[in-house]
């Protein structure tokens, strides 16, 4: 299988090893495979029996034609093992009536970048075997807190790679600096930044288009890479977890061969979502996908009326990882529906304006498949507290927004079919604000708020964050944003 930028109209080819080394097409476009594999219903039957980690590589190895089999099962294994994701790294819980969660935080930072970051940074290290890269892939990562961590746990010690992190000195929380801070691994690098998130963002950016610092990695042996969502190699193995959750039901007696069900999925980059979508088009009897979203609600607005239109106040939410106006990953569905051509023509109006509109027919067809909800703070709080009395299910804020739309979906529709609500981080990831909702108290500070939720409601603090403030600081390093280059090349 070969795979093309979504912006390209002349058709130029790239193998899968390709575009998980280059992350991003040269024209900006995202790569997308150049053919859907399918899944058929002997297929579903057939992956009901295996482990996850077999679901996983029979998943990639319809995308990833140039890995072999015993490969991405060997990468499966390591990625998914149980010391990782104690418990199971994709587990199914029944919430209510044809209701479902699919809990993706089990892994290491508790949050639902693991389940392709782990794995991602093996099929990197492969790729550069397969495509004769001798040198070492540097990854830069600017983060407002989640991702930087999870990228440090899934590259850390990845054969032929090096990853350094830059987080905002005053913009993350306790917790998320003290995750960060105490990574282990001989191939990271954690600094903060004196500034802003976006300061942050920006010095990573100039430095990976900088000619000169791309020539003095070149001298040294190194290159850039980057662990962004856009990446194939991280949307791809998200697919998997839908297909492992149709087939838990199927196991469990809850649908029939065959029979649809919904999927609600707290959305941000769009990449967790466009993973279901993927899957329904492989086959998977996928009906609606709800696309749920926080008060920054551009999507809801785009899947209603067509218009995209970024030219919006920005809303700082308790679930930060959905605070986000451009969904890089929409683009991908854009494509699917409306070709390169469009592709190119929407992008290039998104650039210019900050907005676009799509054709009547392309609205009708996206919303053939999604619809768009969302819940501002007092919804989302509600939804936490809601469930817990109600459900005795604990729910971090992103996923509360999820179950809050759902919630909506069902009222407005009367569709009653199975909704599987993909729940995308630990509650105890985001503890205050889970406490805050539950009590309407302030807990005593961002760290002791997780032995008080634990009081509160009796649910374990998981491994990855139990005990993190008597973690040993191995990074205390701290520069101007405009040392950052100077940093990266200190540490090579
Ligand atoms: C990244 C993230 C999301 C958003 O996922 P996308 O794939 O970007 O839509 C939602 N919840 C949490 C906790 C996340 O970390």
Aim: hydrophobic share 35%; aromatic share 10%; with cysteine.
């Amino acid at each position: 299988m070969m795979y093309k930028s979504t912006r390209d109209i002349t058709n130029q080819k790239f193998s899968s090893a390709e575009v998980i080394k280059k992350g991003l097409a040269d024209d900006g476009g995202l790569f997308v495979p150049d053919e859907i594999p399918v899944l058929n219903s002997e297929d579903i039957k057939n992956l009901c029996r295996m482990t996850y980690s077999e679901k996983a590589a029979f998943v990639l190895s319809k995308f990833l034609t140039d890995y072999t089999y015993d490969e991405l099962f060997s990468d499966c294994t390591e990625a998914y093992r149980a010391e990782s994701f104690p418990g199971g790294p994709a587990p199914m819980v029944k919430l209510g009536e044809s209701q479902y969660i699919l809990e993706l935080w089990h892994g290491p930072t508790a949050a639902f970048k693991d389940m392709a970051l782990q794995i991602m940074p093996r099929l990197l290290s492969r790729a550069l075997v397969k495509t004769g890269e001798t040198r070492t892939a540097l990854i830069l990562v600017a983060t407002s807190g989640d991702t930087g961590k999870a990228a440090l746990e899934g590259y850390c010690d990845v054969a032929g790679t090096r990853i350094t992190v830059f987080y905002p000195q005053d913009g993350v929380s306790r917790v998320q600096k003290l995750q960060m801070s105490s990574q282990n691994g001989a191939n990271v690098n954690v600094c903060a930044v004196r500034g802003n998130f976006d300061d942050c963002q920006n010095g990573v950016k100039h430095l990976f288009s900088d000619p000169d610092m791309a020539a003095e990695l070149d001298r040294r042996g190194y290159f850039f890479s980057s662990a962004n969502s856009i990446n194939w190699g991280r949307l791809a193995p998200q697919i998997v977890y839908y297909v492992s959750a149709y087939c838990d039901l199927i196991t469990s007696g809850a649908v029939r061969d065959g029979e649809e069900i919904n999927i609600c999925v707290p959305t941000g980059n769009f990449g967790n979502i466009l993973a279901a979508y993927i899957a329904k088009l492989m086959g998977l009897p996928l009906g609606k996908l709800i696309c749920a979203s926080n008060s920054n609600n551009v999507l809801t607005d785009f899947i209603r009326t067509g218009t995209y239109d970024r030219n919006r106040r920005f809303h700082v939410t308790m679930s930060p990882s959905m605070d986000i106006l451009i969904s890089s990953n929409l683009e991908r569905l854009i494509y699917f529906i409306a070709g390169a051509g469009k592709t190119k023509e929407y992008m290039a109006e998104l650039k210019k304006s900050g907005k676009y509109t799509v054709s009547d027919d392309i609205k009708k067809k996206i919303t053939e498949t999604f619809v768009g909800y969302f819940a501002d703070e007092a919804a989302t709080s509600s939804a936490i507290r809601g469930t817990h009395e109600k459900n005795h299910y604990l729910s971090d804020t992103h996923t509360a927004v999820a179950l809050s739309c759902a919630d909506i979906y069902r009222k407005d529709t009367g569709d009653n079919r199975i909704i599987i609500t993909a729940s995308t981080a630990s509650p105890y990831k985001f503890a205050g604000d889970v406490y805050r909702s539950l009590t309407n108290r302030n807990p005593a500070g961002d760290l002791e708020a997780l032995d008080e939720l634990s009081a509160l409601t009796g649910i374990a603090v998981p491994y990855p964050l139990a005990g993190i403030g008597n973690r040993k600081v191995r990074f205390n390093d701290s520069v101007e944003v405009s040392e950052m280059k100077d940093y990266v090349t200190e540490k090579l």
